[in-house]
């Protein structure tokens, strides 16, 4: 059965930082592409970062360039969100979801969030100006 779990969210000002942490189980850890998504309120889900455990490349579009990172821990089966300078449009609920490997790269992974079949529960980031 996997499971994915969601925590660190919190409520930061502007300019500060959080760290998101995606503890899994149930998965074949190494070989998943594993994605952050975001919903802000009245807004569609939208693709944040994500890493594809084979070969540890990543990918995040330009709105997080810079500010976010994402790391991969193999010895604990979890996935890491460092996010920096965090702005208040950044506040939304964030998801971790796993098996979005697309033919088509992992841009392709993160702009169809359909692709993952297991997500986990979400975590509340909230920005403050």
């Known amino acids: 059965d996997v499971q994915l779990q969601a925590s660190g969210g919190g409520l930061v000002q502007a300019g500060e930082s959080l760290r998101l942490s995606c503890a899994t189980t149930?998965?074949?850890?190494?070989?998943?592409?594993i994605g952050w998504f975001r919903q802000a309120p009245g807004k569609e889900r939208e693709g944040v970062i994500c890493i594809d455990n084979r070969d540890g490349t990543k990918y995040w579009p330009d709105s997080v360039e810079g500010r976010f990172t994402i790391s991969s821990d193999s010895a604990k089966n979890t996935v890491y969100l460092q996010m920096n300078s965090l702005e208040p449009e950044d506040t939304a609920v964030y998801y971790c979801?796993?098996?979005?490997?697309?033919?088509?790269?992992?841009?392709?992974?993160?702009?169809?969030?359909?692709?993952?079949?297991?997500w986990g529960q979400g975590t509340q980031v909230t920005v403050s100006s």
């Open positions: 149930g998965l074949t850890f190494d070989d998943e592409v």
């Open positions: 979801a796993a098996g979005g490997r697309s033919e088509f790269g992992l841009e392709a992974s993160l702009g169809f969030p359909t692709l993952f079949p297991h």
